[in-house]
């Protein structure tokens, strides 16, 4: 097990977390080189110098980050950092993993068997009682309803699981509703649930924050099951997280002739198991259950050098003839530049921090504009 943090490096870590250009991949980048968060603050300005800001990087002060701390404390939750014991084991282990969130209401929720349950905000009245009836009969058997709090499927969820254990993954602050007929739900759940975000208190969700949500649902959960679904919605992009972090993905099947069903129909199409209720799920979860499913071991930070990571203009060069605005794999990457991969990745973490480049998910880069 390891050591607890001491309070200065839980603040630095928020701080690194909050500042400029910094998101989950180059936050565990950070941690992973230097080992811990004093010492990546110090080595910022520098990083981002060296990738071509054009200007000092922004870095959250320590005043900042206590406020945000109480804040958080006065809406009678509590912040959570990457390395804290009581992180969620399943977020800890993700690649990457989120490196600040802050949790409202029963934590243990977290740490018993969870399924998700997303789908159309628009849901049909049969989809909400599909939804509803799953979220009942998995709450019966034990299992933690993990949604996104949105209207239509995941409210359903969430309204039928309030009594036997739910978690809402916001895509604002703790302490914003959206939607706004929610609120008396969201304070229910974070009285008899949990809430969980990454967002600070005060942060109006917007576009970008959906999938950041969507990745925390998955991710908290051994399973996603999709309940009515378009072929361009937040609940196919919960199933490719989902997929992509080695949780089952199962559908429901729905009218061909109904938009609302053509996203959970493909998804059966291409090799999701078709349920029909939550038997179904819990059968086809009976394996790795069975087996005292465990997650790996959540990464402990030993530094590799106290150092910046080496690399070289030549190598930046080549790693910028690499990209372009469309996302590009990073082994891909290596390959073109010719150079070792941790040489490679320095390379992209500094042009990050120098607010030049993307990290998308998968492991994968893209070019900003100039």
Avoid: W
């Avoid at 409202?104 to 018993?112: E, H, Q, V």
Wanted: no cysteine; hydrophobic share 45%; charged share 25%.
């Amino acid at each position: 097990m390891t050591a607890a943090l001491s309070a200065a490096e839980r603040l630095a870590r928020l701080r690194l977390a909050r500042s400029e250009n910094i998101g989950p991949v180059t936050f565990r980048d950070l941690l992973e080189h230097f080992g811990n968060a004093v010492a990546a603050l110090d080595a910022l300005p520098d990083l981002a110098a060296r990738g071509g800001a054009k200007r000092a990087i922004r870095i959250a002060r320590e005043g900042d980050a206590e406020a945000e701390l109480a804040k958080t404390e006065k809406l009678g939750a509590q912040l959570l950092v990457l390395g804290d014991e009581t992180f969620p084991a399943r977020l800890a282990v993700l690649d990457p993993p989120p490196p600040v969130i802050s949790v409202k209401g029963n934590l243990d929720l977290a740490t018993r068997k969870s399924i998700a349950i997303v789908g159309s905000r628009n849901a049909s009245a049969a989809g909400r009682r599909i939804a509803g009836d799953m979220a009942e009969a998995f709450s019966r058997e034990g299992f933690t309803v993990v949604s996104g709090l949105a209207r239509g499927i995941d409210t359903a969820a969430h309204r039928a699981s309030l009594q036997g254990g739910t978690i809402a993954v916001l895509a604002g602050g703790l302490d914003i509703v959206y939607p706004e007929e929610n609120r008396g739900l969201q304070t229910e759940i974070g009285s008899r649930g949990v809430l969980v975000s990454e967002m600070p208190p005060g942060t109006s969700p917007q576009a970008r924050h959906f999938p950041r949500r969507n990745r925390l649902i998955s991710g908290l959960s051994l399973g996603v099951v999709v309940v009515e679904a378009a072929l361009r919605s937040g609940s196919l992009i919960t199933a490719r997280f989902a997929l992509e972090q080695g949780r089952d993905v199962f559908a429901v099947p729905g009218s061909p002739l109904d938009p609302r069903a053509q996203g959970s129909n493909k998804l059966i199409k291409d090799g999701a198991p078709l349920v029909e209720n939550a038997a179904d799920v819990i059968a086809a979860l009976s394996e790795p259950l069975g087996h005292l499913f465990r997650e790996p071991e959540p990464p402990s930070f030993a530094p590799r050098s106290a150092a910046a990571p080496d690399t070289d203009r030549d190598t930046r060069e080549r790693v910028l003839s690499a990209l372009g605005p469309t996302p590009t794999p990073m082994d891909e990457i290596v390959r073109q530049a010719g150079a070792p991969v941790q040489q490679v990745r320095a390379a992209v973490l500094e042009l990050e921090l120098a607010g030049r480049i993307h990290r998308d998910p998968g492991d994968r880069v893209s070019l900003l504009p100039e």
